[in-house]
């Protein structure tokens, strides 16, 4: 590329939530390529950063899936109306258990006791000859790890030190299926995609239904957040990730949950 071609790129800077990396990294591959006047820089972070950057001024667009931290809440609250923000997928993490264990639901409550090392037997939970609770987790540098925090922990309690940690999906689901006595939670997709065992959460079991009409209780929705003013090439690229024939096409192909 020479330095005038260089100089001449429209440039888009995309920051935020770890879960939402993936599809925009993918849609932004196909988009550049459909507009090759465009370049997308993405740094992968959390949702705060992406919310802070847009704030800041330091993003065009932030990649969220949670709701905004109080702190930034009380610092915009007067100018919450200048941004908004744009659906392009629905996610959700699936609780795993071996493919023959007896017990196929559990409460929210249930998952912050087991995680929490609070319960250690499954005859807890009705299964009497179970044994001992083996834990798998996400790694905690994983959005997923946050994300179960955030949905099932709370604050004020955090995920024993007695769960195994792994920092690969395929390596979650192989250890589950190595280990009757398992129990694990990972990204929805990753399980459903390899035919993973899930458990019912307080009755409703994930699916792309369940989910994106939020009647599961581990549901996400990942969204982009930007000024509600944005310039054109900000609202063209919110447009592609939108489309059915571009964005959404790309996130079905993906084998996540489209919007609509």
């Not at 071996?98 to 639901?105: A, D, L, Q, R, V």
Request: proline fraction near 3%; charged fraction near 25%; charge should be positive.
């Amino acid at each position: 590329m020479t330095d005038a071609q260089s100089s001449s790129l429209k440039r888009l800077q995309i920051r935020g939530s770890e879960s939402v990396t993936p599809l925009i990294q993918k849609i932004g591959y196909q988009y550049m390529t459909d507009f090759p006047s465009m370049e997308l820089i993405l740094s992968k972070a959390t949702s705060a950063h992406g919310y802070k950057s847009v704030f800041h001024g330091t993003a065009d667009i932030g990649m969220v899936s949670s709701d905004m931290p109080d702190e930034l809440l009380r610092q915009i609250q007067d100018k919450n109306g200048e941004y908004k923000y744009t659906l392009v997928a629905h996610d959700a993490l699936a609780v795993i258990v071996h493919p023959s264990h007896p017990i196929k639901t559990l409460k929210l409550q249930d998952l912050k006791r087991i995680f929490s090392g609070r319960a250690k037997d499954w005859k807890e939970f009705g299964w009497d000859d179970g044994g001992k609770i083996e834990l798998y987790s996400p790694h905690p540098t994983q959005q997923s790890f946050a994300t179960w925090r955030r949905l099932v922990m709370g604050e004020n309690h955090h995920v024993t030190i007695e769960s195994k940690t792994l920092s690969d999906n395929k390596e979650i689901i192989q250890a589950v299926k190595n280990n009757r006595q398992s129990i694990a939670y990972l990204n929805w997709v990753a399980a459903h995609t390899a035919g993973a065992t899930a458990l019912r959460i307080d009755d409703s079991y994930p699916t792309s239904e369940t989910i994106s009409k939020k009647q599961y209780l581990l549901s996400q929705e990942l969204q982009l957040f930007s000024k509600r003013n944005a310039s054109d090439h900000v609202q063209r690229f919110l447009d592609y990730c939108t489309s059915p024939k571009t964005g959404q096409a790309i996130i079905r192909d993906m084998g996540w949950i489209a919007v609509g």
